[in-house]
Each structure stands twice: as C-alpha cells, then as structure tokens.
C-alpha cells in the first residue's frame, strides 16, 4: 500500500475504502459516486500534497451543469476544485502536516456536489477519477 495510486493499478482496490465502481473503465479510470474514499499509507508527513487527476464526462455535464468537487483529508476540508465544463481537471494542494499519519491510514474522500442519475437503472455517478494520492 503506497502514497499514491492510478485506478488502472492491481493494486487499486487495496486503496479504495467506498463510492468509487469496481472495474477500471479501459484499465485506466473509474467512476465515482457522490463521496469516494480511499486510504493511503504515507512514511512522512512532511511537504505532502494532495494531487488528483480526475474528469467530468460531456454526457453527465449535459444534465449536471457546472459541478464542484470538494477534496478532504482525514475529515478535515482541503479545497474545492470548480469544474465550469466537461474535460480533465487536476487538484493539487499542500496538505498541513498535523492532518497526516505515518501510524495509520490516511484517509482521502473527494465530493461531488452534483450527480447524473441514470434515468433507466437510478445509478447516481458523480466523476471520472484516473489518479489521486500524495506527493512532495
């Protein structure tokens, strides 16, 4: 278990607490409901930042509009990426180190403020997430 993880990698599932689907899309990306949570094991908390590359897909924009994705570390809020369109975003950000623990999981959730119900199975989707964990 690393800092770090693609949702492409075998080891993607070891990460993934709730609210993220459980196949990777063309081995690369996955969908997010509305609150995805993953862990991370980190040997510092020095000079950590959060980093995510995620994507808001054409078809669920179409119905959603514009969506903000909040990002928390360990409960506690880090900042909120606006997404006024559809395409690739990345969120970086340097995360206090007293919000961090080498002793156990480091816990990630990114929310999104509005999902795209699926109107034949109610399936509620919120992102697309490619990658997301911590470096210096």
């Known amino acids: 278990m690393g800092s770090f993880v693609s949702m492409g990698d075998q080891d993607a599932d070891a990460h993934i607490l709730r609210g993220v689907s459980p196949a990777a899309e063309a081995g690369a990306w996955r969908w997010t409901?509305?609150?995805?949570?993953?862990?991370?094991?980190?040997?510092?908390?020095?000079?950590?930042?959060?980093a995510g590359d995620f994507a808001i897909a054409a078809e669920t924009?179409?119905?959603?509009?514009?969506?903000?994705?909040?990002?928390?570390?360990?409960?506690?809020?880090?900042?909120?990426?606006?997404?006024?369109r559809p395409g690739e975003y990345h969120f970086h950000k340097a995360?206090?180190?007293?919000?961090?623990?080498?002793?156990?999981?480091?816990?990630?959730?990114?929310?999104?403020?509005?999902?795209?119900?699926?109107?034949?199975?109610?399936?509620?989707l919120g992102f697309i997430?490619?990658?997301i964990g911590f470096v210096n």
């Open 61 to 84: 924009f179409k119905v959603t509009g514009p969506v903000t994705v909040s990002f928390y570390v360990n409960g506690r809020l880090l900042g909120r990426q606006q997404c006024p």
């Open 129 to 131: 997430l490619r990658q």
């Open 95 to 124: 995360v206090p180190a007293g919000w961090l623990r080498t002793d156990d999981f480091t816990v990630v959730a990114a929310e999104a403020d509005k999902l795209w119900v699926s109107p034949t199975d109610g399936a509620r």
């Open 33 to 50: 409901f509305q609150r995805p949570e993953l862990q991370f094991w980190l040997e510092s908390t020095a000079r950590q930042k959060l």
